[in-house]
């Protein structure tokens, strides 16, 4: 069965800082790849995905992510946080016979001002 | 709004009783999902609906879940004789196609307590 892995359930960050979070996937065949985010009271929403191609992903507000397919990972960055980025960071993946997602525990990211 | 919409946003029953879940999926959506999501932990997924058929209730935790969509839009999540470890947050999802790589977009989610 996949499995999902965040390595850092909390984060604490000063804003300008540099993040990284880091997610690592179990599956040895063709994947799908995403980060969702969850702002405070708000609901799941996609930040970018991957699925073919280019492994640097762009995503909006600034985070991108690159997958590594000999490592199974699949790291958020942003090169400078904002107070505003305050959230619920989720990883997940699927599989191209597939269309059920399948989440890490996620990693709450709370930037200081 | 276009977004997914989930009633009722919070539902408190008593250990034993049956709850009805909704989910209004976009408008024109093919793939519908539920998942589940425990207190600090990531969704799991439930089940999965193609239009009106459901193709994939692995994830259902036992016989006292059951799911429905019988029309192909609006899809109902009913947990028959509630239990305090189904106490979470009931994620409906919707996606345009099916196909691993589509978007699927989260509902606000349904917190379900159990007394």
């Known amino acids: 069965a996949q499995s999902v892995s965040q390595h850092n359930h909390h984060v604490i960050l000063s804003e300008a800082a540099s993040l990284e979070l880091g997610c690592n996937y179990s599956y040895g065949g063709t994947v799908n790849l995403f980060w969702y985010v969850q702002y405070p009271g708000q609901h799941l929403q996609l930040l970018l995905k991957?699925?073919?191609?280019?492994?640097l992903v762009k995503g909006i507000k600034g985070f991108e992510a690159e997958f590594i397919k000999s490592k199974f990972s699949f790291n958020l960055r942003k090169p400078s946080v904002q107070w505003s980025d305050t959230a619920e960071y989720f990883c997940a993946v699927n599989t191209e016979y597939g269309n059920k997602l399948v989440f890490g525990a996620g990693t709450i990211l709370r930037v200081k001002s | 709004g276009a977004g997914v919409s989930q009633s009722p946003r919070y539902k408190v029953a008593k250990r034993g009783q049956d709850v009805a879940l909704r989910c209004d999926p976009i408008s024109g959506h093919v793939s519908l999902f539920w998942y589940q999501q425990a207190l600090g932990q990531g969704p799991e997924f439930l089940t999965y609906?193609?239009?009106?058929?459901?193709?994939?209730k692995s994830g259902l935790p036992s016989d006292r879940f059951f799911a429905e969509r019988p029309e192909g839009s609006v899809s109902t999540l009913k947990i028959q004789r509630t239990q305090q470890e189904d106490s979470a947050v009931y994620l409906c999802?919707?996606?345009?196609?099916?196909?691993?790589?589509?978007?699927?977009?989260f509902g606000p989610g349904t917190r379900l307590t159990v007394l």
């Open positions: 609906f193609q239009n009106e058929a459901q193709l994939d």
């Open positions: 991957y699925f073919s191609g280019d492994p």
């Open positions: 999802a919707s996606s345009v196609r099916t196909g691993g790589y589509n978007e699927q977009f």
